[in-house]
């Protein structure tokens, strides 16, 4: 059974940075996509980036392109998302996700695996 656990979450003032980080156990995820979704409150959950097999292609929703950086390390299986710029717009509940095929998906049907979440809380 795949198990997803993401860490790194916080509370920070605007402007600042923090890295998010997904461990997976129980099998390899090297063969597949992986992703970050992130949902507020009241709102539905939404798309934030997204990695394929290899590390080779990555995609970002466009509220955070310049300022989010997916990355993974299929040796160690385990994903990463350095965030920086941060906004109050950007507190949530932040998602590792994985999909089960190798390319990436932006869709959270697409999504089998997910973590429990980390929260990121942003001070104006």
């Known amino acids: 059974q795949v198990r997803l656990v993401e860490s790194g979450g916080g509370l920070v003032q605007a402007g600042g940075s923090l890295r998010l980080s997904c461990a997976a156990s129980?099998?390899?995820?090297?063969?597949?996509?992986m992703g970050w979704f992130r949902q507020a409150p009241g709102k539905e959950r939404e798309f934030v980036a997204a990695?394929?097999?290899?590390?080779?292609?990555?995609s970002y929703a466009d509220s955070v392109k310049g300022r989010f950086s997916i990355s993974r390390d299929n040796a160690r299986n385990t994903m990463a998302l350095q965030i920086h710029s941060l906004n109050p717009d950007d507190t949530a509940v932040y998602y590792c996700?994985?999909?089960?095929?190798?390319?990436?998906?932006?869709?959270?049907?697409?999504?089998?695996?997910w973590g429990q979440g980390t929260q990121v809380t942003v001070s104006s």
């Open positions: 996700a994985a999909t089960t095929g190798p390319y990436i998906a932006t869709v959270t049907p697409a999504y089998h695996y």
């Open positions: 129980g099998r390899s995820l090297s063969s597949y996509a």
């Open positions: 990695i394929d097999w290899r590390g080779a292609t990555t």
